[in-house]
């Protein structure tokens, strides 16, 4: 059964805190991406990254950065997290750009 | 730039109607896939259906139909006999594939309840 896990569900952070949102995948995938999920909004692509050590802005990829040392895990990185960081969190990843792509379950990430 | 218009935020049914969730989309490219995603309260996306652009032609799967037209550049997503477990929000998305612009753009989602 292929599998997109993300390390937390809920996570609650303060503002200024550097926030780690790990990712890993089972199926192989070249292509992993984080979205975020806000009311209204819809999902947005903040990176993704088509190969190890590569990545590309998506949308909104302000505040953020990434990091993909190896090929099943994709990391998200807020340097100093801020309560407009407060949202949910998707991590995807897809054998090949224009294939569906597969999603975790989720991190909700709370800023205070 | 590509875009996804899904102008029903949210539709609200009783069961066993059937139900049409609307999709517009915007490209420039002639090469691209369109996408349905259903979202349940548990939050995972789940993958419905990918279409091309080079096939217009209608997909059954059980009580789910997609009716795709690039004349209207409309992607649309009707349930038949709807039930309360198709509760959900529901995305649209669209990935073209010329150049280096790989991304799936997503609509905002539509909500949909089926009540008992």
């Known amino acids: 059964d292929v599998k997109v896990t993300q390390s937390s569900r809920y996570l609650v952070k303060r503002t200024g805190e550097k926030v780690f949102l790990e990712c890993v995948q089972d199926m192989d995938h070249e292509n992993m991406f984080w979205y975020r999920q806000d009311p209204g909004l819809g999902l947005r692509l903040i990176y993704f990254?088509?190969?190890?050590?590569?990545?590309e802005k998506g949308d909104i990829p302000e505040g953020y950065s990434v990091s993909r040392e190896k090929k099943e895990r994709f990391s998200l990185i807020l340097e100093s997290a801020s309560t407009n960081q407060t949202s949910m969190y998707l991590c995807?990843?897809?054998?090949?750009?224009?294939?569906?792509?597969?999603f975790g379950p989720g991190t909700r990430l709370t800023v205070l | 730039a590509q875009k996804v218009t899904q102008a029903q935020t949210e539709i609200s049914v009783v069961e066993k109607e059937d139900v049409t969730l609307d999709c517009v989309y915007e490209?420039?490219?002639?090469?691209?896939?369109l996408f349905w995603y259903k979202q349940p309260p548990s939050g995972e996306l789940v993958f419905l259906i990918r279409r091309n652009s080079f096939d217009e032609q209608n997909e059954i799967s059980g009580r789910y139909s997609w009716n795709f037209q690039k004349s209207t550049s409309s992607f649309n997503f009707t349930i038949t006999a709807s039930q309360v477990v198709d509760s959900a929000v529901y995305f649209c998305?669209?990935?073209?594939?010329?150049?280096?612009?790989?991304?799936?753009?997503f609509g905002k989602g539509t909500l949909l309840t089926v009540n008992p």
């Open positions: 995807a990843s897809s054998s090949y750009m224009g294939d569906e792509q597969f």
């Open positions: 998305a669209l990935s073209e594939l010329g150049g280096s612009n790989y991304k799936l753009t």
């Open positions: 490209t420039r490219d002639t090469t691209y896939y």
């Open positions: 990254s088509y190969d190890v050590k590569m990545k």
